[in-house]
């Protein structure tokens, strides 16, 4: 006997979808395939102007049905459009992915995809179980740890824009004296930028020696050692001397606990004359910590590589800043990146 037929309800018409559970689960297919086409100059060699398999092909040196395939992998990923058969970049493809471009962030994967920044990723439960990285030692956090070089060189090109940016904001004219204090400056690009910004700011950085050699490079690049100082040692027990106008914090508070952070916060403190401002720059979620997207993600970053780092939110922040001393707390986007400037005064 057939049975009767079941009527649709709303929630049979619209059916919950397994896609977002396997995208997640297959992402690591479009990290290989992005990093395999940065390889092959995929995108540089179709923004020169070739746009044909076989063109493509003859450029990057590989099969065509090769290219073929890849090409229209990223057609569907939104990287490339296709038109009658030519394959064409898309805008951010043109202004991130084109070698010859001045934003070009290829670089980013010798720092993303390096072996020991994806190895902590195999272990998400343990870190979780544990509340911190399940890496040897302070984890990324080391004395000289060489992660932190291969930051400072692959990470560069992503920070340009921001540094300039940054730079303009805090100095917006020639001639106004500035002692400025960089701690975990890294490739030095924030520094750099507003000794650049202003010829009269003279920088000191703070790193870890090895990382330092990287933003002496960049230094003597744009022709600023003159005025770019180095403290080589750990921001949390070297003396970062006196009286300075501004201390830059790019990427840094969210390394440690906020009693950690309140320790470095009140060292800077210190160092800044009346007046000064602190100027930290990170990633910093809602108070509902589930957005913005990307600054919200990054506190699973922060749980997987560090002993007890967080994305911390502006009310957080303005929480470790007033504990220690500071005033006039204030908070801005810095469009058009995913960061957020926090500002405070001694």
Not at 235 to 250: K, R
Not at 282 to 291: K, L
Request: hydrophobic fraction near 45%; charge should be negative.
């Amino acid at each position: 006997m057939a049975q009767p037929a079941i009527p649709f309800s709303a929630a049979q018409a619209n059916p919950p979808s397994p896609e977002p559970i396997l995208a997640a689960l297959n992402a690591f297919q479009q990290t290989e395939a992005l990093k395999g086409a940065l390889e092959l100059d995929l995108f540089t060699a179709i923004a020169e102007g070739n746009h044909t398999v076989e063109a493509i092909a003859k450029r990057c040196d590989a099969a065509p049905r090769g290219i073929r395939i890849l090409c229209d992998y990223f057609v569907v990923q939104g990287f490339l459009t296709k038109i009658s058969g030519a394959y064409h970049p898309t805008r951010e493809t043109a202004a991130f992915l084109d070698r010859r471009s001045p934003a070009f962030m290829g670089s980013a994967v010798n720092f993303l995809l390096h072996p020991q920044s994806r190895s902590v990723w195999e272990d998400v439960a343990g870190a979780v179980r544990k509340g911190g990285t399940t890496m040897d030692q302070a984890g990324s956090l080391a004395p000289e740890h060489p992660i932190w070089v291969e930051f400072a060189r692959s990470m560069a090109p992503i920070m340009r824009m921001p540094a300039e940016i940054l730079a303009k904001n805090l100095y917006p004219g020639e001639g106004r004296e500035a002692k400025v204090l960089g701690l975990a400056s890294g490739h030095g690009l924030y520094e750099i930028a507003v000794a650049r910004q202003n010829s009269s700011a003279q920088v000191w950085l703070v790193d870890w020696p090895n990382v330092l050699q990287v933003a002496e490079e960049n230094a003597e690049k744009a022709g600023l050692r003159d005025r770019v100082h180095l403290i080589p040692g750990s921001a949390l027990e070297v003396n970062f001397g006196e009286g300075y106008d501004v201390a830059l914090l790019p990427n840094f508070i969210h390394h440690f606990d906020p009693s950690t952070a309140e320790k470095l916060l009140r060292k800077v403190h210190a160092a800044l004359k009346p007046g000064g401002r602190v100027v930290i720059l990170q990633f910093v979620p809602n108070e509902d910590r589930v957005s913005p997207p990307r600054p919200a993600a990054f506190s699973l970053v922060l749980l997987v590589t560090t002993p007890s780092g967080d994305a911390y939110t502006f009310s957080e922040l303005d929480k470790m800043l007033r504990n220690v001393g500071f005033s006039a707390t204030d908070h801005n986007e810095l469009i058009p990146n995913f960061f957020t400037v926090v500002t405070a005064e001694k």
